[in-house]
């Protein structure tokens, strides 16, 4: 009776049955938590050529509205690569010069407009339809992604300008080939110094906070070694304080609608598969339209507080889990933990290295090239793996954008092939009696396809006289359906054979009998409970 009473909660839902004793482990979680997304958001701000508070203030505000509202007790939310990455493609696209001009207002606009498509989608209550987009969709877009910004954190890994931050992957291929005679031997040192840290924690040591401990040596570094005199590059100064107050802009609003819906589409997806991935036995179910909501509120509400779209991020909710969250006031402890960085870490921070971030961006995007995924699905299903590909090479030549759009429609078209795909089974001629079985659902569009194939049947079985049609999966009957029922009586009747229909669930019959062609079939004594019934031609 757990899971009820959660889900009906519409305030920290995750607090209900709260135990002190746990109060000491949410802490520690959210300041474990807190050590990795911290300086994760602030390094995939600069994904879209955006300042580094940005990622800071996306660790305020929607973290602290997911935990009021969200149903996950270990999630953290603030933004992840594929959401950044997606921003900056999004913006790129409507027109706003970011790097350059202010992209504050437009991103602000942005954040909203997906929070107000997510919450929508809660008012409709597609929750459930949203996750119709397939795995392999969201392989592709990942491959994309972590293709496209693993290439494109190369000019700051090597110390070189280059212009096609956000502008898709062959420009940035381009742009490193450029660049790549000006490279700065100590930035491109720091960096593979700091990937290396990187990826030996992560592999040896897991629940040490490997990108606080990069971001911490770099700071030290040029705080100490002389980093800047050598040429590296330091991120732009970070402000003190709260941001400051500013109005969102509606010029580009349009043409940023179709990235805010895939942006909206992955942050729900993210989001989800995050939730559902480290939910534990016991704990309450996740609900899909609650998740929506959460993330929606998280997304409107932080809009006006200068962040990026939000989602659940796996990185940090993982080592929020591992640490022994168990509950969101762990989160609340990361959004305390931003704040005090937000207001007395200003300068400390300004000392970063360009390269620092970068190396933390580059190893986390890396991470999203599933080879092993692509494998997988090769091996156990070619449509599969061939829409996870054709959605990766689109993100990698058209952009990420068509690329979501192109993933979407494949999967559609997988599951309309899937639903029209005729299931029917022929049982031996039984006497004059064709037995038929119809093991998939008729609805419109498969209509006419079953038609043919129970006409194919018949003209199969020479000398039959009856062909007895079970329709247990016809629990929905449209008009249509039942327009090609009728014709099917017909068509057979002219062919000198008796229809007579079986195991007619109560829903489909119910509908049916509004109309005269079935109304005058059981008035016949045409409708029988089972197949053998039918077979037989007597009620059983």
């Not at 958001?41 to 879209?48: C, G, H, L």
């Not at 603030?78 to 959401?83: D, F, R």
């Not at 990185?315 to 022994?324: L, M, R």
Request: with cysteine; glycine share 10%; net charge neutral.
């Amino acid at each position: 009776m757990s899971a009820p009473t959660a889900t009906r909660a519409w305030f920290f839902p995750t607090l209900r049955g709260y135990h002190r004793s746990w109060i000491g482990p949410d802490i520690v979680a959210g300041l474990s938590a807190g050590a990795v997304v911290v300086p994760q958001a602030m390094a995939y701000a600069t994904i879209a050529s955006l300042p580094v508070q940005i990622g800071l203030y996306t660790c305020m505000v929607p973290m602290l509205v997911y935990a009021m509202l969200g149903g996950s007790r270990a999630m953290s939310v603030s933004t992840t690569s594929t959401i950044a990455t997606l921003t900056a493609t999004t913006l790129v696209s409507a027109g706003v010069a970011v790097g350059s001009d202010d992209p504050v207002p437009d991103l602000m606009a942005l954040t909203l407009l997906v929070g107000v498509i997510l919450l929508i989608a809660r008012v409709l209550k597609l929750g459930g339809a949203v996750e119709y987009i397939s795995k392999p969709t969201i392989i592709g877009v990942q491959v994309g992604v972590g293709a496209t910004v693993a290439v494109g954190q190369l000019p700051k890994l090597i110390g070189v300008d280059s212009e096609y931050s956000g502008s898709g992957f062959i420009r940035s291929i381009l742009g490193v080939v450029e660049a790549v005679p000006g490279m700065n031997l100590t930035t491109g040192l720091l960096s593979i110094g700091s990937i290396a840290v990187l990826v030996l924690l992560k592999r040896f040591l897991p629940r040490v906070p490997a990108p606080l401990i990069v971001v911490a040596a770099g700071i030290l570094l040029a705080a100490f070694a002389g980093l800047k005199d050598a040429g590296v590059e330091l991120i732009a100064p970070v402000p003190q304080g709260f941001p400051p107050f500013e109005l969102p802009t509606f010029a580009h609003i349009g043409a940023m609608v179709p990235g805010a819906f895939a942006i909206s589409i992955m942050a729900f997806l993210e989001s989800s598969a995050v939730a559902r991935g480290i939910r534990e036995a016991g704990e309450p179910q996740i609900d899909s339209n609650r998740e929506l909501m959460a993330t929606g509120a998280a997304n409107a509400i932080g809009s006006f507080f200068q962040v990026l779209p939000a989602a659940g991020g796996f990185s940090q909710s993982a080592v929020n889990k591992g640490a022994g969250a168990k509950s969101q006031i762990a989160t609340v402890v990361t959004v305390i933990l931003a704040l005090l960085v937000a207001l007395f870490l200003g300068p400390v921070l300004s000392l970063m290295p360009q390269a620092t971030l970068a190396a933390l961006v580059f190893v986390a995007v890396v991470g999203l090239i599933d080879v092993k995924g692509m494998a997988r699905l090769w091996r156990l299903n070619r449509a599969d793996f061939w829409v996870a590909a054709s959605t990766a090479f689109v993100g990698l030549t058209a952009g990420l954008l068509l690329a979501v759009a192109v993933g979407v429609i494949g999967t559609f078209v997988v599951v309309f092939r899937e639903l029209n795909r005729v299931r029917i089974s022929v049982g031996d001629v039984d006497g004059d009696v064709l037995p038929v079985k119809l093991n998939g659902p008729v609805y419109t569009a498969n209509a006419l396809p079953y038609e043919t194939a129970v006409l194919d049947a018949a003209a199969a079985a020479p000398g039959v006289k009856v062909l007895a049609l079970q329709l247990a999966q016809m629990r929905v009957v449209s008009v249509t359906v039942l327009d090609t029922l009728t014709d099917l009586d017909t068509e057979l009747a002219a062919q000198g054979i008796e229809l007579r229909l079986a195991a007619v669930p109560d829903s489909g019959a119910t509908v049916a009998r509004r109309g005269s062609w079935y109304a005058t079939l059981e008035a016949d004594g045409r409708v029988y409970e089972t197949l053998d019934a039918a077979v037989r031609g007597r009620a059983e």
